[in-house]
C-alpha cells in the first residue's frame, strides 16, 4: 500500500512540474513587422530633356543611314550656310546680264528685287520674284534679264533644314563689285582670276 502511494505521489510531482513548465515557458517572439517600403515616383522628365534625347535619336539616326545632319536654323553655322549665302547668289547670276559699254548704268543705279527664298530637301530656290518700285535702273531689257537670272538662281545644301524666307530683298548694283561676275569676265581665257562663281541655275 504504502508503495503504490509512493508511486502516486512521484507521479503527482510529475505532473505538476509539467504545468509549472508549461505556465513560466518563455513565449515565442512575434515576428517583427515588415517594414514598410514607400514608392518614390521618379521625377518628371522636361519637355528640354525630352527635346534633348529626340536630338540625340535623330543625331544616332542620321549618323546610321549617312545623311547629313541638319543645321539649327538659329545657329551660326545656318547663318553661314544660308543666311551669308542667299542674297550673294542671285547677284552673281543678275550679274551675267550686264555688258556694260554702252549699257552702262550710273554707279548709284540699282535695282531691288523681292523674292521667296525656299529651302526644300536641301535644295535652295528663288520665287516670286518682283521688282520693287525704289528700283532706279530703266533699261528694261536689263532688268527683265536680271529678274529672269534671279528666279533661276538655285544652290543645293544638304545640311540645310526646309525653310521659307518669305520677300527677301535683292539689291543689285551693276557697277559696284559686280563687274567681275559679268559675262565678259566669267567668260575670259586669260590667265587672270578666275571669276567664274559657283552659280547653278535651276532646270525644273
Not at 507521479?11 to 513587422?33: D, V
Not at 542620321?62 to 547629313?68: E, I, L
Not at 526644300?120 to 521688282?131: A, R, S
Not at 518669305?166 to 561676275?181: C, N, S, T
Request: net charge negative; proline share 8%; with cysteine.
Amino acid at each position: 500500500m504504502r508503495k503504490l502511494l509512493a508511486i502516486g505521489c512521484v507521479a503527482l510531482l510529475g505532473l505538476l512540474g509539467l504545468i509549472w513548465y508549461q505556465l513560466h515557458e518563455p513565449a515565442e517572439a512575434a515576428p517583427a513587422p515588415a517594414a514598410k517600403v514607400e514608392k518614390v515616383a521618379a521625377p518628371p522628365v522636361s519637355p528640354r530633356a525630352q527635346d534633348q534625347g529626340l536630338a540625340k535619336v535623330a543625331q544616332q539616326v542620321a549618323a546610321a543611314d549617312g545623311k547629313p545632319q541638319k543645321v539649327d536654323p538659329a545657329s551660326d553655322a545656318f547663318f553661314y550656310a544660308f543666311d551669308d549665302r542667299a542674297p550673294r547668289e542671285p547677284q552673281v547670276n543678275a550679274a551675267t546680264c550686264y555688258t556694260g559699254g554702252m549699257n552702262r548704268v550710273h554707279r548709284n543705279q540699282k535695282l531691288k528685287l523681292h523674292a521667296d527664298i525656299v529651302v526644300k530637301d536641301g535644295e535652295v530656290t528663288y520665287q516670286n520674284v518682283k521688282v520693287d518700285p525704289e528700283s532706279t535702273i530703266t533699261d528694261k531689257t536689263l532688268v527683265d534679264c536680271m529678274v529672269k537670272e534671279v528666279g533661276l538662281t538655285h544652290w543645293h545644301d544638304d545640311t540645310l533644314p526646309d525653310y521659307t524666307l518669305p520677300a527677301d530683298e535683292i539689291l543689285i548694283r551693276p557697277e559696284r563689285g559686280m563687274k567681275k561676275y559679268t559675262e565678259e569676265n566669267r567668260n575670259y581665257q586669260g590667265d587672270g582670276p578666275d571669276f567664274t562663281g559657283t552659280v547653278k541655275k535651276y532646270e525644273p
